[in-house]
Antibody, heavy 118, light 106 residues
């Protein structure tokens, strides 16, 4: 069974760093893209970026470029989304999603709530 | 960037109704469009990919059509479990972009 399991909720202060994770199982992790998607409270979905786990090549949305880093550790089938300096406006639920069997995100993680507040 | 415009932003409907949601791309994306359903406090789930291909396990009352810039998601007979928010996403070119969402409510 294909699964994406994300790390737990985080509460951080502005300016702090953070890395959240997404562990894939039940499929060939290095053969399928991982996307990250933001959903701010009460709002829609925003595509942040995507990584090819086979070579770590990433595409970022211009809206997020320079503020986030997407990476993978192939040895443990885990993708990461990282901030070096959080802002209050980063408060949101973050989803990872994989394109496994079709050209769209057919598998999603359960989401990670990130709260940034002083 | 390709802008995806969904309409309506919300629709009130009843069980058994036929519901149609449209998504317009700011430039041609061939058939590189997906539709997702999201229920409150849950992750989105894929309904339709490649504009008209039904994702495995999704009921046949859901259908998608269109190509180029204009796309439609149709629910032929609305069921109680279909009350949710629906998003389109273009997967033609980076950055991949979502529509603003359509909330289907009673």
């Amino acid at each position: 069974e294909v699964q994406l399991v994300q790390s737990g909720a985080e509460v951080k202060k502005p300016g702090e760093s953070l890395r959240i994770s997404c562990k894939g199982s039940g499929y060939s992790f290095t053969s399928h893209y991982i996307n990250w998607v933001r959903q701010m409270p009460g709002k829609g979905l925003e595509w942040m970026g995507r990584i090819d786990p086979s070579d770590s090549y990433s595409h970022y949305s211009p809206s997020f470029q320079g503020h986030i880093t997407i990476s993978v550790d192939k040895s443990i089938s885990t993708a990461y989304l990282q901030w070096s300096s959080l802002k209050a406006s980063d408060t949101a639920i973050y989803y990872c999603a994989a394109n496994v069997f079709v050209p769209a995100s057919d598998y999603w993680g359960q989401g990670t709530l990130v709260t940034v507040s002083s | 960037d390709i802008q995806m415009t969904q309409s309506p932003s919300s629709v009130s409907a009843s069980v058994g109704d036929r519901v149609t949601i449209t998504c317009r791309a700011s430039q041609a994306i061939s058939s590189w469009l997906a539709w997702y359903q999201q229920k409150p406090a849950k992750a989105p789930t894929l309904l339709i990919y490649s504009a008209s291909s039904l994702q495995s396990g999704v009921p046949s009352r859901f259908s998608g059509s269109g190509s180029g810039t204009d796309f439609t998601l149709t629910i032929s007979s609305l069921q109680p479990e279909d009350f949710a928010t629906y998003f389109c996403q273009q997967v033609n070119s980076f950055p991949l972009t979502f529509g603003g969402g359509t909330k289907v409510e009673i």
